[in-house]
């Protein structure tokens, strides 16, 4: 079953830093295309980052020059490495990422959510 499991959620004090991770599982073999999202509490879901295969990684204004996406295409894990944290920057996060597995056939996947809590 090809799904994108999530890591590296935590409490961090504001101006900390944090590495969140995405990783393919089960039958994933690569991942091509992924979003990052975040929702804090009573808001909608926004989009915070995301690339598509073969194209440059695009950001929210929000975090531009503070969150950084990454690949490890041998390990199919995708990184969102975030700095300079802002209380504002509290809530869950998840990607969704599309590629390809064992056996050539596409997929699109949810991960499950990684909660981030800033403090001040």
């Known amino acids: 079953q090809a799904q994108l499991v999530e890591s590296g959620g935590g409490l961090v004090q504001a101006g900390g830093s944090l590495r969140l991770s995405c990783a393919g599982s089960?039958?994933?073999?690569?991942?091509?295309?992924m979003d990052w999202y975040r929702q804090a509490p009573g808001k909608q879901r926004e989009l915070v980052a995301g690339f598509r295969r073969g194209e440059s990684t695009n950001y929210a204004d929000s975090v531009k020059g503070r969150f950084t996406v990454s690949r490890d295409i041998a390990k199919v894990t995708v990184y969102l490495d975030m700095n300079s944290l802002k209380v504002e920057d509290t809530g869950v996060y998840y990607c969704?990422?599309?590629?390809?597995?064992?056996?050539?056939?596409?997929?699109?996947?949810w991960g499950q959510g990684t909660q981030v809590t800033v403090s001040s």
């Open positions: 089960g039958s994933i073999i690569s991942i091509d295309s």
């Open positions: 969704a990422g599309e590629g390809f597995d064992s056996d050539a056939r596409p997929y699109s996947s």
